[in-house]
């Protein structure tokens, strides 16, 4: 990292006045002014640190991207089935932003396995990490988890430069992933469309929008691969699309065909069940003919 102005003491260089020059004992004297250090629970950002995968271009301007940066841990908003999402404050002087952090645990804390249907032709690109994964060693399973939190990083980068709602994805450091906290106007994080109960003008709305990246996602021979009420965050008015690790490619992948129909038959039951009428295989027949 590089230094911060925030870290760095305010050194007294001694006056070059003639009272001092030329004296063995030039007294050198330096005072630290009060600076902030990050204290128990916080971090310097490692936004600028080598090895830190950021954002895609352009960065949006609430960013904060200066090395000297605090970051604090405000708590975790959600322990999901393989991963935490915590929230952190990064702060420069009087700027600040709540970030949601999001960390895969290692497989082997996990309270939930994904079928290997969605990692068909991942390639790991060392062999030693290879071996590693297949054995099942307590590398290779931190491997794994990294893994998905790169999967997931990499198809924010890519969902939000296409212009999809999803949270803007910050930086990737590891098993951990910050991205733009999602939330409704007072700050407080969205609920996800499942809690909600919308009137009809809205449900239609939030159909229109869910409809339109699905159709988005499919011109891109995409499925989101896990679609549920649940994953779809309300923020006020819009609809966020959320927890993209597994996306798959509906070509390429032998299941990806599978993977669509049943996001179709969850999103489509949910709406259905609220008084909007979708049709799940309407949905699905309308989505493959543009991904072909
Ligand atoms: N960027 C975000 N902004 C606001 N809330 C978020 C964000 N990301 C995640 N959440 C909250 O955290 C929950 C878990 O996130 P996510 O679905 O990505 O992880 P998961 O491990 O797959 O969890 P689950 O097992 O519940 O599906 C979400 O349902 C949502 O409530
Ligand atoms: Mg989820």
């Known amino acids: 990292m590089t230094s911060s102005p925030l870290s760095r003491p305010d050194w007294d260089t001694p006056a ?58 405000l708590g975790t908003l959600k322990s999901g089935k393989e991963a935490d999402v915590d929230l952190i404050e990064r702060a420069l002087g009087e700027r600040r932003t709540v970030l949601a952090a999001k960390r895969y645990r ?55 430069s296409a212009g999809l709602p999803v949270p803007y994805p910050i930086q990737l450091d590891g098993t951990e992933i910050l991205m733009e906290f999602i939330t409704v106007e007072d700050g407080t994080g969205a609920p996800r469309l499942a809690q909600t109960r919308p009137d009809q003008d809205q449900l239609a ?18 499925a989101h691969g896990d679609l549920s009420p649940y994953n779809l965050l309300v923020a006020d008015d819009r609809l ?3 927890d993209l690790p597994q996306v798959v490619d509906i070509v390429a992948n032998p299941s990806g065909m599978e993977f669509l129909a049943r996001d179709c038959r969850n999103v489509c039951s949910w709406f259905t069940a609220r008084g909007l009428e979708v049709d799940a295989d309407d949905l699905l027949a309308e989505l493959t003919s543009y991904a072909w």
């Open 106 to 160: 290692s497989t082997d804390h996990r309270q939930f396995h994904r079928d290997t249907g969605y990692t068909e032709g991942r390639r790991v690109r060392n062999s030693r990490d290879r071996r590693a994964m297949a054995k099942g060693t307590r590398h290779g399973r931190s491997v794994e988890a990294g893994q998905w939190a790169a999967a997931e990083f990499f198809t924010l980068a890519d969902l939000w």
């Open 205 to 222: 709305s939030y159909w229109e929008q869910l409809h339109q990246a699905m159709v988005v996602l499919a011109g891109r021979q995409q």
């Open 240 to 242: 966020v699309i959320i």
């Open 16 to 73: 070059a006045d003639s009272s001092t020059a030329g004296s063995d004992t030039a007294a050198f004297s330096f005072s630290f002014v009060p600076v902030a250090e990050p204290g128990p629970g916080q971090r310097w950002s490692a936004y600028d640190d080598p090895g830190i995968l950021t954002g895609p271009e352009p960065v949006p301007d609430w960013v904060i991207t200066e090395s000297g940066a605090i970051e604090t841990e």
